[in-house]
């Protein structure tokens, strides 16, 4: 079963605009970690924002913010005013804690959403 | 400085060489990963290790074999490639629950 869904598999967003990217993950396990990557055309993976399970407040990164709704399992990405260099494939991921050693806690990736910021 | 290094960058190579990727951090991360990502560009953990030691074996062909000399580096040797082998290869780091900090990929093309 899939443990993390981004079920935007693509979007185009007016530059300027504000965006949302949609991830729900699955877990079972009380402590865990959400991670969301921006992968652009030339390939690295650059993390942007991170929110624990036990986080009280939503994440927030310059314009990028983390709607984290843990009753519904979802940690949507918000970005506001859009940029050309906004252009990518975005990855939301979750870390899971197992058992007491907290190395290899491997990071669980979604299918991407590849946004395209129109001028 | 680079803090996570891999090299080489790109890599062609033929069906049934055998050939090694190589992962350099700075960071003083004591884990380190490699993931592997598809042309879908699905990303998925291969292994895992955490000061030398092998933590996650996740289900790939024993052809593909990590080894970590020391805990600042993790490489990859990859025995009678496959064209299915073809794929970027991505090194990452982490400190326990710190963020992961990923090297800029190696794309690998098995011709």
């Known amino acids: 079963a899939q443990k993390i869904t981004q079920t935007q598999p693509g979007m185009f967003v007016q530059e300027k605009e504000a965006v949302t990217l949609d991830c729900t993950y699955d877990t079972s396990d009380p402590s865990y970690g959400l991670f969301w990557y921006k992968q652009p055309s030339s390939g690295e993976m650059i993390f942007l924002i991170y929110?624990?399970?036990?986080?009280?407040q939503n994440a927030t990164e310059g314009r990028y913010s983390l709607n984290f709704q843990k009753a519904r399992k979802s940690a949507n990405l918000v970005i506001s005013a859009s940029q050309l260099g906004d252009s990518a494939m975005y990855f939301c991921?979750?870390?899971?804690?197992?058992?007491?050693?907290?190395?290899?806690?491997?990071?669980?990736f979604g299918g991407g959403t590849r946004v395209l910021v129109k001028p | 400085d680079t803090a996570v290094s891999q090299t080489p960058k790109y890599l062609v190579t033929q069906m049934g060489n055998d050939k090694s990727i190589k992962c350099e951090q700075n960071l003083g991360h004591d884990t380190m990963y490699w993931y592997k990502q598809d042309s879908k560009k699905f990303l998925k953990i291969m292994f895992s290790y955490n000061n030398k030691e092998l933590i996650i074996n996740e289900t790939v062909p024993n052809r593909f074999s990590p080894k970590s000399p020391d805990k600042a580096h993790l490489n990859l040797h990859i025995n009678s490639l496959e064209l299915g082998d073809s794929a970027v290869y991505f090194c990452?780091?982490?400190?326990?629950?710190?963020?992961?900090?990923f090297g800029s990929g190696t794309r690998l093309t098995v011709v």
């Open positions: 929110q624990g399970s036990y986080d009280q």
């Open positions: 990452a780091s982490s400190r326990n629950r710190d963020g992961y900090t």
């Open positions: 991921a979750m870390r899971e804690r197992r058992g007491r050693k907290a190395a290899g806690n491997k990071l669980t």
